[in-house]
């Protein structure tokens, strides 16, 4: 069964798409709340800012399903629970599956699934674990027409950065993207590197599978909208950011100038001009 019909869903007629990550809840991280403590208004909010997607965990994306009306955006549904994220990693790690992950998306019309693809240093028994929870996920995925979103994520040492710091080590992210692609992803969630002038070499190692660009933690509008613009630049086929949208005090605006530079190629001046009259505006 062939994945084309979600993806078309998923991806603009010009072949970009904007995510927005609202999933945060799951990973049992009190910061990552900031924003999201009130769902309802979370996803409102969103959906009125029409992005292409919004990304949520099972509970979440059975509210997000009983809204009415057709023209909500598309969901993306997060797969897998970690417990990776805190200042001090617990002494067990884990990423496990929501069970029967794909029978739920497929209950609840996504248009894609997201899984990670964890890469801490000294866990190899994580990553084996990610790598199973990949292989399982896309022979159900073949089965039901239903596209594989793969999230490599590079991360430095808890000792060093103090908690959920992604390696912007380019040969790191493309070893892993590579693996994802291997694994048999259809779409690819990838970290922004160091330098984001070498992103082109992350698109090439893809080979064809279209990457969205991860947004990270918070940072100022001027940086996100330079980086986002960018990125574009080097080849990626679109954005899923989450902080940066939800965190933001005008999360409409946000997405109003993202969607911007992802679908009409605004330079970052001109995107920041969009958020300051969404934000004069509101």
């Not at 866990?123 to 159900?140: D, F, G, M, Y």
């Not at 594989?148 to 992210?173: A, F, H, Q, T, W």
């Not at 279209?210 to 001027?222: F, H, K, T």
Request: charged letters at 20%.
């Amino acid at each position: 069964m062939s994945v084309t019909a979600r993806l078309n869903r998923m991806f603009a007629q010009d072949g970009k798409c904007f995510d927005v990550a609202i999933d945060h809840g799951f990973f049992n991280e009190f910061s990552f709340l900031s924003g999201i403590e009130n769902m309802k208004h979370a996803i409102d909010t969103v959906i009125q800012a029409n992005p292409d997607c919004v990304q949520l965990g099972v509970g979440q994306a059975r509210q997000y399903q009983q809204i009415p009306g057709k023209a909500k955006p598309g969901l993306v549904l997060r797969t897998d629970a970690a417990n990776i994220y805190g200042k001090e990693l617990p002494r067990h790690l884990f990423s496990e599956l929501v069970d029967q992950a794909i029978w739920h998306a497929v209950r609840l019309d996504a248009v894609a699934v997201c899984v990670n693809l964890l890469l801490l240093p000294g866990q190899p028994e994580l990553h084996h674990q990610c790598v199973a929870n990949i292989s399982r996920l896309k022979t159900e995925c073949e089965q039901y027409g239903m596209p594989l979103m793969v999230e490599p994520l590079v991360m430095l040492p808890n000792e060093v950065s103090g908690g959920y710091m992604v390696d912007g080590d380019i040969r790191k992210i493309m070893a892993l993207v590579r693996q994802g692609v291997e694994l048999g992803a259809d779409i690819i969630k990838s970290d922004p590197c160091d330098e984001v002038s070498e992103y082109h070499r992350v698109i090439e190692v893809a080979s064809g599978v279209p990457v969205l660009v991860r947004g990270g933690g918070r940072a100022s509008d001027e940086e996100i909208m330079n980086r986002t613009y960018e990125l574009m630049k080097q080849g990626a086929s679109g954005i899923v950011y989450g902080r940066n949208v939800i965190q933001h005090p005008n999360p409409a605006g946000m997405t109003a100038a993202l969607m911007s530079i992802v679908h009409k190629d605004a330079a970052a001046e001109q995107a920041l001009a969009i958020l300051k009259g969404e934000q004069e505006n509101g």
